[in-house]
């Protein structure tokens, strides 16, 4: 990771001028990743493990119709090749007609194997928040794990959970944007919560412990 190796296009894609790279997944993130990076590689090549993409149709279509963007269809990135001075070189890839070809492999399969010469790989097949120590408790997740917030009585987005006095900010909040920028926003947003929290509470405690007139 860093040395050609990446989970964010816009973060690292400008790295990459006159590079050929892969994008690994097939969704709405992979098209975009292939598109932000298009406009800086000489070619991106989309690798998906299957012969359908889960991406919406706009996505797919904006993906397919751009000259610098190819398709690898039942094809999975099996290793990469460079070192930390020269960063990735290479990769190597397998493919079965079927698709999923690292399964069809393990199970004895015939696949077949290519190494191809690039500059870059960006995985976009999804993220998993580091959330599971929250699962046996209160702290509302959906069925991804990504954190639950609530809003205020007009409508607006904070940082508070469904336990009083856990507030969550950045990635583990946000399925959407996952930007270094926006995590550090958010991480703002629940400072300012939580200092307002004690501060309710502290005045709180001192109105209980005031000796009656």
């Known amino acids: 990771m860093g040395y050609g190796l990446s989970t964010c296009a816009t973060c690292d894609g400008a790295f990459h001028r006159g590079d050929d790279v892969l994008v690994i997944g097939g969704g709405d993130s992979a098209m975009e990743e292939a598109l932000f990076l298009a406009k800086f590689a000489d070619s991106v090549t989309i690798v ?15 993906a397919r119709e751009h000259d610098a963007i190819e398709f690898r269809w039942n094809t999975e990135l099996e290793a990469l090749h460079g ?50 120590f929250l699962e046996r408790t209160a702290v509302e997740r959906d069925e991804s794990g990504y954190l639950a917030t609530r809003t205020d009585d007009a409508g607006r987005g904070t940082t508070e959970t469904a336990v009083e006095g856990v ?21 703002s947003m629940a400072a300012l919560d939580a200092e307002a929290s004690l501060e309710a509470l502290e005045v709180s405690e001192r109105t209980a412990l005031e000796p009656t007139p």
Do not use: C, W
């Open 48 to 62: 998906h493990r299957r012969e359908e993409l889960r991406a919406s149709e706009i996505m797919a279509d904006r």
């Open 83 to 132: 070192s930390h001075e020269e960063g990735v070189t290479g990769a190597t890839l397998i493919t079965h007609p079927d698709g999923y070809p690292s399964e069809k492999g393990e199970s004895g399969g015939d696949v077949d194997r290519e190494t191809v010469d690039i500059g870059g790989v960006f995985y976009a097949i999804g993220h998993t928040p580091n959330t599971e």
């Open 167 to 187: 507030f969550a900010a950045g990635d583990v909040a946000d399925p959407e944007y996952q930007q270094a920028i926006t995590a550090a926003g958010t991480g």
